[in-house]
């Protein structure tokens, strides 16, 4: 057999600067190109600063010019630029160069410096001599149960980690058994040990086995290794391998022969009970008549044509009916019509059809509708012009006002029953327990199209690790935006996303709002209803504002360097200036950093221009232990070393009547400066239940006035409130979850409470059974013991 010889082209110049046009766009090894727009179809522009070689090319060609040329081999090493330029070409890909440090190469790759032709781990080719390129970080063991603290949280492809909460940032920890491919790592590390790495939505990921860690189960979507069903959480089904099957919903091969927890398909298994073996049916199968065709703790959910059946994929076939599990009792759901079948009837809460409200058991109503009308007390839009057995709640017949000193009412004065506190009401099959007088509906997951109140779902789906979050009014309708963080890297869809809310509360639509930022964390509004997101990324780590109406979205100048920064809030009371910007930091001495935008930037009559103008001021805190007192230095040194000593990784901030607070989730401790005075105190968040990592705050005002936390930092997380006594009560408790709580916001009338579990991303949406909203009276407060 004789062996072809390729056959290279020589490097030639066409033309510069798109000149003559005839010669653009420019053919393999031709030059000058500028960017990759210069070239033919898919090639790209290769950058020189010398004679360096160009792939596929013979010859030197001319000195600092570039060429076109071909890279079908996206491990081939490649060179793109230089010192950042072209800028359109920073930061650099897997195996491109020239890269002078880790802040020019994407995500968490790293920059591997040579002095010639050192081999870089996971790319091909030799590269120009020495020029240096981006690749992946090799697995690396620094720590084990905490040793050595200071390497702790562990970066990218570091180990020895035994949990998510060990990782930093959005990093997930990699369970191993032996020597397993750690995603986006190279190298093969020590047996039996577990690197962090970045986890995308449908990433397969290895968390544990047999059970173990605790806290990883149940399995979330794509998450293994499974052994059974009752692995997963939820109706999620562990799809069992020999090999590297794929895995349906999932992306790459994970570690052969391990099983992963998936969403279950809509499948059609029988009718009429037969084939006998097939009954009773099991989650998302059909075709059922009743609740006695599907398993236990299944219901039969009744269609007319494709409608979707929750917690299910794939629209099945038109007008079966399948087996489903229902995410709460308030989720709409057809169970009959015309009371057939009788079994079902009278129907219960939030089912349908029913004509009367006869058709309805004890003393719920029927519902009438036309069309997709929301119905008071129940999930999602239901079947169109369907009617639904709704509950009627007691409201208040007059304003309540309360005299200071006063207890507050008994549930007869006003209607309330809303117990904050007493945790006695399931949800979601047992995955929350929310205080007595509250109800839930989760929302959305993960990877999953958000399903509309009309029935149908969002083109996009929804982002991976939710995270800090902010409802912003719409400006015309009475309806509402809640903007939810992603924290997770830029490749991986970091940014920021946007429910859309009808005045009534239903979700009318979803978007990504803001791409190409990294691991957004905290953030807060802006007094002129926008949300500014904070990235939590080192020296590329800033903050961008984003307008869900308009989709304006711009990086701003609240904070003068990279970092990781996390919440962020507004004082537009300020005697002195007509306002100032406050900025946490989630670093061992992360400054809290003070904004004052220049004079001018208020008087354009464009609110964007506040926080984007030039000639700021930046200020950092600095506290005083000696006699209680702070002050701003414009030094950040300064504010770094207050932070290092008194409170480090500062994260959720509220401003309030020229009242200030923030934690510190690393002293468990809660920081309140009052501006006026100049003074601060502090007191720790440990209470009862709440005895893990304070992380991000809401205050709401109204009869009572309560500051609400979410929790970080172990496998407990919940959301707690203090009010204005100091005392502590939990609200909702996450039992079904292993990971912390982010997100919390109130609707603009304050019907309804916000939130996200991180791991999953799985947002809820929550209210009072009493109609009241959440800043009016309640019953009475179930406080911590102390």
């Known amino acids: 057999m004789f062996y072809q010889i390729p056959q290279y082209k020589a490097l030639v110049i066409a033309g510069n600067n798109g000149s003559p046009v005839e010669a653009f766009p420019l053919a393999e090894c031709q030059g000058d190109c500028d960017n990759d727009g210069d070239c033919q179809g898919e090639l790209l522009c290769y950058q020189r600063t010398g004679t360096e070689q160009v792939p596929g090319c013979t010859g030197l060609g001319v000195s600092a010019k570039d060429y076109c040329a071909s890279r079908s081999d996206t491990s081939l090493l490649f060179l793109r630029g230089d010192n950042g ?9 897997l195996c491109e160069g020239d890269c002078d440090s880790n802040s020019d190469c994407q995500g968490t790759l790293i920059c591997k410096q040579r002095t010639e032709v050192e081999e870089v781990l996971g790319c091909n080719g030799e590269g120009a001599s020495g020029e240096d390129y981006c690749r992946y970080p090799v697995l690396e063991l620094v720590g084990n149960n905490g040793w050595s603290g200071s390497d702790f949280p562990l970066r990218d492809c570091e180990g020895d980690c035994d949990n998510d909460s060990e990782c930093a940032g959005s990093l997930r920890c990699f369970a191993r058994d032996g020597t397993e491919a750690v995603p986006g790592c190279d190298g093969a590390g020590n047996s039996a040990t577990d690197y962090c790495a970045v986890k995308s939505a449908t990433d397969l990921w290895i968390v544990g086995d047999e059970g173990l860690p605790a806290g990883a189960f149940p399995l979330g979507v794509c998450e293994g290794d499974c052994d059974s069903n009752f692995d997963c959480e939820g109706t999620l089904i562990c799809e ?7 895995v349906p919903g999932c992306s790459g091969l994970g570690t052969s022969a391990k099983d992963y927890c998936r969403y279950p398909s809509l499948t059609y298994a029988g009718n009429n009970n037969s084939p006998v073996e097939n009954f009773p049916l099991s989650v998302c199968e059909g075709d059922c008549d009743n609740d006695g065709d599907c398993e236990s703790l299944l219901q039969c959910f009744q269609r007319t044509a494709f409608e979707p059946v929750p917690g299910c994929l794939g ?8 087996c489903a599990s229902r995410p709460t009792a308030n989720t709409l759901f ?8 009788s079994a079902n009837f009278p129907l219960k809460l939030c089912e349908g059809d029913c004509d009367s409200n006869a058709d309805c058991v004890g003393t719920l109503a029927c519902f009438q509708r036309t069309g997709d009308e929301v119905i008071p007390g129940c999930d999602g839009a239901g079947t169109s012009g369907e009617d639904y057995c709704y509950p009627i709640s007691p409201q208040p017949t007059t304003s309540p006002t309360l005299e200071a000193g006063k207890p507050t009412p008994s549930p007869n004065d006003f209607g309330a029953t809303y117990v904050p506190g007493d945790l006695s009401v399931p949800c979601d099959n047992g995955m929350l327990t929310l205080s007595k007088g509250m109800n839930c509906a989760k929302l959305t997951s993960v990877g999953q199209p958000v399903q509309l109140s009309n029935g149908s779902f969002s083109s996009q789906t929804w982002h991976s690790r939710a995270d800090g979050a902010g409802v912003i009014p719409h400006p015309t309708d009475g309806g509402w935006y809640y903007v939810s963080n992603s924290e997770t890297s830029s490749s991986d869809g970091g940014g920021a996303g946007s429910l859309c809310f009808d005045a009534n509360g239903g979700v009318i639509g979803y978007e990504q709002t803001l791409t190409g930022t990294t691991d957004n964390c905290g953030g807060g509004k802006t007094y002129w209803n926008t949300w500014v997101t904070c990235e939590e990324d080192g020296s590329l780590g800033h903050c961008h504002e984003v307008d869900p109406f308009t989709g304006y979205t711009k990086k701003v100048n609240v904070v003068a360097q990279g970092g990781n920064y996390e919440s962020f809030a507004y004082d537009n009371t300020d005697p002195d200036v007509e306002a100032r910007f406050f900025t946490t930091e989630d670093s061992s001495n992360g400054a809290l950093t003070r904004y ?17 103008s030039a000639n700021g001021v930046y200020n950092y805190l600095v506290l005083n232990t000696a006699d209680g007192t702070f002050s701003w230095s414009p030094n950040i040194a300064d504010g770094e070393i207050s932070a290092s000593a008194l409170f480090p990784n500062s994260e959720g901030i509220d401003v309030h009547n020229r009242i200030l607070n923030f934690v510190s989730k690393v002293k468990k401790e809660l920081f309140t400066l009052d501006l006026d005075a100049g003074t601060w105190t502090k007191t720790s968040t440990v209470s009862g239940a709440f005895n893990l990592q304070p992380d991000q705050l809401a205050r709401i005002m109204g009869d009572s006035e309560v500051l609400y936390f979410c929790e970080d930092g172990g496998s407990a997380c919940d959301i ?3 009010d204005s006594t100091g005392q502590y009560f939990t609200i909702v408790r996450g039992d079904g979850y292993s990971t912390e709580t ?8 304050n019907q309804f409470m916000y939130m996200a579990f991180q791991g999953n991303s799985n947002v809820y949406s929550f209210w009072r059974e009493d109609g009241l909203p959440f800043n009016g009276v309640v019953a009475y407060t179930k406080y911590h013991a102390t």
């Open 315 to 322: 629209a099945g076939t038109f007008g079966r009916d399948y």
């Open 240 to 246: 069992q391998r020999g090999g590297v099957e794929l």
């Open 596 to 612: 004052t935008p220049h004079p001018n930037a208020f008087g354009t009559g464009n609110p964007y221009d506040i926080l984007s």
């Open 742 to 749: 982010t997100g919390l916001a109130f609707s603009p009338d």
């Open 334 to 341: 057809l169970k009959g019509d015309n009371r057939l079948p």
């Open 85 to 93: 330029s072209p800028g359109a070409n920073f930061p650099l890909g």
């Open 720 to 722: 707690h409130g203090r």
